[in-house]
């Protein structure tokens, strides 16, 4: 089994926890990525509607970008014992029109699949995300954009040392934004 050092698809490095495997995407993966956010149960909280396969693709190479010019990005997650997709996982820049900003502070995010839900994946996943840029990004605030009705997502955030920053307005929808202060 690959380690945390070893690299997978495009440069990203591989993430083992007790179990999941958090590896790069390939193109091959698009399958996986359509079917997740083509869910409308993954979707509610995040965009309200599910993602179409042009924005599904996007997404997917959002991600391989991401790594390339950030040295950061999102990871798909596997189950380690069965090899099944469980959803993706990771830190990014997107650069949101939101106030207040929070340019510089890479953004957490957590999305699995609804068979996956409740099993405690998004936070061991995440907790493996933030081990990994402890070591290579070193102490960083961190923020989460979060949907004020997802109660278990709020709940991952709190698990991974995230507490509420300030509510505002995403697009439109009610948000809540919480951080991550530096780890030293």
Not at 2 to 19: C, K, M, Q
Not at 61 to 83: C, D, I, K, P, Q
């Amino acid at each position: 089994m690959p380690g945390p050092d070893h690299p997978s698809a495009a440069g990203v490095p591989v993430l083992t926890t007790e179990r999941l495997i958090l590896r790069g995407h390939t193109a091959a993966d698009y399958k996986s990525t359509l079917a997740l956010w083509g869910d409308a149960r993954v979707t509610l909280h995040i965009s309200g509607r599910p993602s179409t396969a042009r924005e599904s693709w996007a997404r997917l190479l959002n991600y391989a970008g991401h790594w390339a010019l950030m040295g950061f990005g999102y990871w798909l997650v596997e189950e380690r014992e069965s090899g099944r997709f469980l959803g993706e996982v990771g830190l990014a820049e997107f650069k949101r029109d939101i106030k207040p900003g929070f340019d510089g502070a890479p953004e957490a995010g957590w999305v699995l699949a609804p068979a996956a839900h409740g099993k405690g994946y998004a936070t061991e996943a995440m907790r493996a995300v933030f081990a990994w840029a402890g070591q290579t990004r070193g102490a960083e605030r961190y923020v989460c954009i979060v949907d004020p009705k997802n109660t278990a997502s709020i709940k991952v955030a709190e698990k991974c040392g995230f507490t509420l920053w300030t509510e505002t307005e995403y697009l439109g929808t009610p948000a809540i934004l919480m951080e991550r202060p530096p780890k030293t």
